[in-house]
């Protein structure tokens, strides 16, 4: 046997593998499960179904941490609805609104001691932190093989819920598996 046709061999089934990549189909799928993060998505663990030209987007990341001095819960739960515009072969072009909720909770314990009298008094502070978030704009989905990063931007408005509100530019990402 030559090496041409040992190469040959080997590669063949690589090859007869890969093939789907350089098909003419839109290779991403109805189901997309991944990492997202920005001001309207909100960030964490993301899933994305597609509904033919529809789709919707649950992002959310529950974090807690405890030690002898500090407490601290932070959640962000994201809820999008998408709209796909325009498929091609690599790059879809799609447009998102949604809305992000975004919650934290610290309970700091700092231990003062005061001197000449060598006095411990503890000061326990507590703070809550709320904010939604309101937004869309269009996005680009850059799709290769069943990988999919998604660049997305456009206007929010933010609210903490108590007095502060604003509208400003956005942007997110995600990097998803399609299945």
Request: hydrophobic share 40%; glycine share 10%.
């Amino acid at each position: 046997m030559t090496n041409k046709t040992i190469l040959l061999i080997v590669l063949v089934p690589f090859l007869l593998d890969f093939s789907t990549v350089f098909s003419d189909e839109n290779q991403v799928g109805t189901y997309n499960i991944g990492l997202g993060a920005g001001f309207v998505t909100g960030y964490g663990l993301s899933y994305r179904q597609w509904f033919g030209k529809n789709g919707a987007q649950i992002t959310l990341t529950p974090y807690y941490s405890s030690d002898t001095s500090e407490t601290n819960f932070t959640m962000s739960f994201g809820v999008v609805g998408l709209r796909m515009l325009k498929e091609a072969r690599f790059v879809n072009l799609f447009a998102y609104y949604g809305a992000h909720f975004w919650y934290s909770y610290d309970k700091r314990t700092d231990l003062i001691i005061s001197y000449p009298q060598t006095t411990e008094v503890s000061q326990v502070t507590y703070t809550r932190n709320k904010k939604i978030f309101v937004g869309g704009g269009p996005g680009l989905d850059i799709h290769f093989w069943k990988l999919s990063f998604n660049v997305m931007f456009g206007l929010d408005f933010t609210s903490d819920m108590a007095n502060s509100t604003g509208i400003n530019f956005t942007g997110e990402t995600g990097l998803y598996y399609s299945f």
